[in-house]
């Protein structure tokens, strides 16, 4: 099973990493970090550097798309080779998924009109604007379209997509073995349970 995974300049690691380490799991997968011009490509704060080893071109379809999010896929939004590619792909594809801002990608290049879908809270009108019905669930499956909404949800679609491709057994047993357990000395991970002040305090950085 090939899965596609797109980098570009600007991309939130997680968003990319989360799912790989998930899918890369799944018996007979080849998971493969791809961009329109192969070579490193860095992340949204410039400390991490991740390389494609290979053209988007060459990879023109996958079984399963992963399209991450990050501050780049603003401009991607606007960059006709990339939604040329990913329209492409999804016309063959078994699955399409986004992680955050990913799924501006999706909706720019018009698979997300009329579906329920998701993204980082931050942008949910913007995902309206593009066609979409924007939903504050943390996984959307939508037929074979499934996005996912910030960063570390990225990890909950990878096993929602690994269950649905290889059984729940199998996907437990990845959970397990990446010992994904989450217990976080916080309750402020969505916008319902932060308070003002953290909001107002995400928005800055953000």
Sequence with gaps: ?????????????????????????????????A???????????????????????????????????GLGTRALMHDERMLAWVRGAHAKSTWTTSVCTGSLVLGAAGILDGLEATTHWAVM???GRLGAVPVTRRVVEQGKVI??????SGIDMALTLAARIAGEDVARAIQLA?????????????????????????????
């Design 178 to 206: 990446i010992e994904y357990d989450p217990e976080p000395p916080f309750d402020s991970g969505s916008i319902a349970k932060a308070s003002p002040a953290v909001l107002e305090l995400a928005r800055q950085r953000a």
């Design 125 to 127: 009108d913007t995902l």
């Design 147 to 152: 996005t996912a909404a910030g960063v570390s």
């Design 35 to 69: 961009a329109l011009e192969p070579g490193v490509k860095r992340t949204d704060n410039g400390m991490l550097a991740l390389t494609a080893d290979r053209a988007l071109d060459d990879l023109p379809h996958p079984e399963v798309i992963v399209m991450p999010g």
């Design 1 to 33: 099973m090939d899965i596609a995974i797109p980098i570009f300049d600007g991309l939130t690691a997680l968003d990319a990493v989360g799912p790989y380490e998930v899918l890369s799991r799944l018996p007979g997968a080849r998971v493969e970090f």
